[in-house]
């Protein structure tokens, strides 16, 4: 078990003299030990006083009371560990739907303790990297920071992590901090990234070269993988590799090893990876565009980023944190943050940056719809088509099930049904923002079951 300075608070409770002397005394190397044989007694300690850790025993005095104490202790913050003889499973499994966290049998308690109480401790570290991450990572969505504190810990045991999403998401962000949670200084983050590279020169990159290994190798290079070495080596928008290449990384990752171009002698590394892009990876496999078996290996653990306009609420958390940035504050009217928050964001974050640089060199400290930059608040056909990812996934998969025909009659009904009641049940308006035939726009609203009347175009 690593060691640590930190004591623990530790709570026992069990009936059996002899075993609780002998348990009492293995846990005092870990803390301090309160010691009692009753459900009253374990009651007013949890309630009076403060314990890390509770270990309980299920059947005390003949009756089963751990399942209350269990309850008690979990009201208290405090984690529970069950200690006991019965392997029931229902008494097991109603154990850990009442909180329990760990159950373990007593006949093999010391190995079981130690891994139970460096879990504990595993947990609390966690809950500090959490909220530090909170405060890097800007997002209302809690579940995004928990799978980068996970990768934290698969990249320390060498699984090669990917992310996934669109351009601007944040991916080389997200990179940076999950490297510097694993406690390896930041100059041994390595970032290439592939697209930026020429086909020609992305091997040498990579892998480095020889002196003379081609025309202008005037010196020899160490790839990137070399300088990883226990470090972390990030590979952006992996998927523009060439097959041939993908082959050469593959088996880089697999031995740690590799020969830089032009040369004879062989290279060790011991690299850990992230690797990133911005197109859909599973399909280029089923195109053929990219090797499956580098696929499954650089996808040990995955974490998809989900584009802003899927994520409304964090439109306005992020700019505000852009803006105080700032020394000079500014504030947005309620019409502009809805305009911003409607915006389809193609550019996601990076764009969102931009736009916050924009408003704090305005001369105004309270920015209206108005103030907004033209492209927000009249987005162009040409940026919308050019979004590769023009449906949300939610919407792909819809049409993956139900049919393409379905998903466009339901969107032209909703998009209908919604213009039409802004435009307060107005014909001609509603038209003109749809760019319709009144034909058309009839159709619609009939299929939707909306009422209307054909002479009311004002």
């Known amino acids: 078990m690593k060691t640590t300075n930190q004591k623990l608070s530790l709570l026992l409770i069990d009936d059996d003299e002899l075993f609780r002397l002998g348990l009492s005394v293995y846990l005092e190397k870990f803390g301090s030990v309160k010691v009692v044989s009753t459900l009253e007694d374990a009651q007013s300690e949890l309630l009076n006083n403060p314990y890390d850790m509770a270990f309980i025993d299920l059947w005390m005095h003949g009756k089963i009371t751990g399942h209350k104490i269990v309850e008690m202790a979990k009201a208290a913050k405090v984690y529970p560990v069950i200690l006991s003889s019965s392997d029931e499973e229902d008494n097991i499994l109603k154990a850990y739907e009442l909180g329990c966290k760990d159950y373990l049998v007593k006949a093999h308690y010391r190995d079981s303790i130690e891994k139970v109480i460096e879990k504990y401790f595993a947990g609390k570290s966690e809950n500090l990297v959490f909220k530090k991450l909170s405060e890097e990572i800007i997002t209302t969505d809690e579940s995004l920071i928990k799978k980068v504190v996970q990768a934290k810990t698969m990249l320390a045991h060498q699984k090669n992590v990917y992310l996934g999403g669109e351009t601007g998401v944040g991916k080389t962000k997200l990179a940076k901090e999950i490297h510097h949670l694993t406690g390896v200084k930041a100059d041994l983050f390595i970032h290439l990234n592939c697209a930026e590279i020429p086909e020609t020169l992305v091997e040498s990159e990579l892998f480095g070269h020889a002196k003379g ?23 952006d928008e992996i998927a523009t590799l060439s097959l041939s290449t993908q082959a050469k990384l593959l088996k880089a990752i697999e031995d740690k090893e590799f020969y830089p171009v032009g040369s004879n002698d062989k290279v060790k590394s011991d690299f850990k990876l992230i690797s990133a892009t911005c197109e859909n990876l599973e399909k280029k496999v089923l195109e053929g565009k990219f090797r499956q078996d580098l696929y499954f290996r650089l996808t040990n653990y995955k974490i998809d980023i989900k584009p802003l306009r899927e ?27 809805t305009a911003l928050e409607a915006y389809g964001w193609p550019g996601n974050t990076r764009e969102l940056i931009s736009v916050a640089d924009f408003l704090k060199l305005n001369d105004k400290g309270l920015i209206e719809k108005s103030d907004l930059p033209l492209e927000v608040l009249q987005p162009t056909k040409r940026s919308m088509e050019e979004n590769d990812n023009f449906l949300s996934e939610a919407q792909t998969t819809y049409i993956l099930k139900n049919g393409l025909n379905l998903f466009v009659k339901k969107a032209e009904q909703q998009i209908a049904k919604q213009v039409f009641l802004k435009n307060q049940h107005k014909i001609r308006p509603t038209l003109k923002d749809l760019g319709i035939s009144s034909t058309t726009l009839y159709r619609i609203l009939e299929e939707a079951g909306v009422k209307y009347q054909e002479k009311s175009h004002e």
């Open 213 to 235: 290994a081609f025309t202008g190798a005037l010196t020899a290079k160490k790839g990137k993988l070399q300088l990883a070495h226990e470090g972390t080596l990030f590979l």
């Open 311 to 337: 994520r409304p609420l964090d439109i306005m958390l992020q700019l505000k944190s852009f803006i105080k940035k700032s020394g000079r504050q500014i504030v947005l009217t309620k019409d502009a943050q």
